[in-house]
């Protein structure tokens, strides 16, 4: 299997831009989370997915957030519009858990951020 | 809030000896914990899990502890190589209701010959 695959690797747009990242879990997985990576506050959850149905987005900083899994081979995670804040960088993770089970996550190689 | 921490930022071994990697918890919710490795450019990959059924789980070279009284676990590694040199992220989960983890800020371990 190709593992989580991620794109871009490297996205750099000025503020005020949309940014648009994407994931593609493995194949069988039905968990599918999003994360993002910051020096002070490691790695954070954003949101995760079951069955393509959103399950917690609590992690979701802003409005300025939205993810989408319009079905179980791809998600996206979108913002709009942009902040030097937000730059980080952002992994999708998948797993093969059911609700009420964590089991172990498969990352992807990630997304660098970086908004001017 | 954190909660889940790792006080140690980072931390410096000599190849061969031992290395060890502290994380401390706030939630006795918690009751699944796991060790993940993270190299440059990469995503973290799992290494090790422990339930709170138990208190120590061993996978080669890898060891982690779990002490929950004190909310406190550790991994250890035995003998420590360079190619253990990575970030390390602790992350907790409670089993019933979620698959949500919880991670913490990372260690970053550094294996010098």
């Known amino acids: 299997d190709a593992g989580v695959i991620q794109s871009p690797r490297h996205e750099v747009t000025e503020m005020g831009q949309e940014v648009t990242l994407r994931c593609k879990p493995i194949s069988g997985h039905n968990s599918l989370f999003w994360y993002r990576q910051t020096m002070m506050r490691g790695l954070e959850l954003l949101i995760y997915f079951n069955n393509n149905v959103p399950i917690d987005d609590s992690g979701m900083p802003e409005d300025r957030f939205s993810a989408k899994m319009p079905n179980a081979s791809f998600s996206t995670l979108k913002i709009q519009p942009s902040e030097p804040r937000d730059s980080a960088v952002y992994f999708c993770?998948?797993?093969?858990?059911?609700?009420?089970?964590?089991?172990?996550?498969?990352f992807g190689p990630g997304t660098r951020l970086t908004v001017t | 809030d954190q909660q889940v921490k790792q006080n140690s930022p980072s931390l410096s071994v000599q190849e061969g000896r031992i290395s060890i990697l502290n994380c401390d918890y706030t939630?006795?919710?918690?009751?699944?914990f796991l060790w993940y490795k993270k190299y440059p450019a990469e995503g973290p990959t799992f290494l090790i899990s422990?339930?709170?059924?138990?208190d120590k789980n061993e996978d080669g070279r890898f060891t982690v502890f779990l002490n929950k009284s004190a909310k406190h676990l550790s991994l250890h590694i035995v003998p420590s190589q360079p190619g253990d040199s990575a970030v390390y992220f602790c992350a907790a989960n409670r089993r019933r209701g979620t698959d949500k983890l919880i991670f913490g800020t990372g260690t970053r371990l550094q294996v010098f010959p």
């Open positions: 939630n006795s919710m918690f009751d699944y």
């Open positions: 993770a998948s797993s093969i858990g059911t609700s009420g089970r964590a089991y172990e996550q498969y």
């Open positions: 422990i339930s709170s059924i138990k």
